[in-house]
């Protein structure tokens, strides 16, 4: 599975962005689709995740409330909609993709995942 992430930028504290991922694979829906960042001199961290029907999705307590995982099994792609940043939110943000079946807190670690994107960068300004 190649994965291809967009959407990343610049915007200021209190703004939103959309970042999106797409899968080459045909069989896109039987992946569970997550979502990690890594800012600079810290490790990667989860922060969303999404299993193969759009209801059943998790995130990281720092992002709770303000970002929505979302996924468009017909066309390939997963959905990070990203509202009221903060400059803590500033990282490189990458998509990843599981075969897998576990448990929601097998999903938040990176090891659950075999495919990345290449990441897209995140900057909020305060």
């Known amino acids: 599975v190649q994965l291809q992430a967009s959407g990343g930028g610049l915007v200021q504290a209190g703004g939103s962005l959309r970042l999106s991922c797409t899968a080459s694979?045909?069989?896109?829906?039987?992946?569970?689709m997550g979502w990690f960042r890594q800012a600079p001199g810290k490790e990667r961290e989860f922060v969303a995740k999404?299993?193969?029907?759009?209801?059943?999705?998790s995130y990281t307590d720092s992002v709770k409330g303000r970002f929505t995982i979302s996924r468009d099994n017909a066309k390939n792609t997963v959905y990070l909609q990203m509202n009221s940043l903060k400059p803590e939110d500033t990282a490189v943000y990458y998509c990843?993709?599981?075969?897998?079946?576990?448990?929601?807190?097998?999903?938040?670690?990176?090891?659950?995942?075999?495919?990345w994107g290449q990441g897209t960068q995140v900057t909020v300004s305060s």
């Open positions: 694979a045909r069989t896109f829906s039987s992946y569970v």
């Open positions: 990843a993709a599981s075969p897998r079946f576990g448990s929601d807190s097998y999903y938040s670690t990176a090891g659950a995942y075999d495919n």
């Open positions: 999404i299993k193969w029907t759009a209801g059943s999705t």
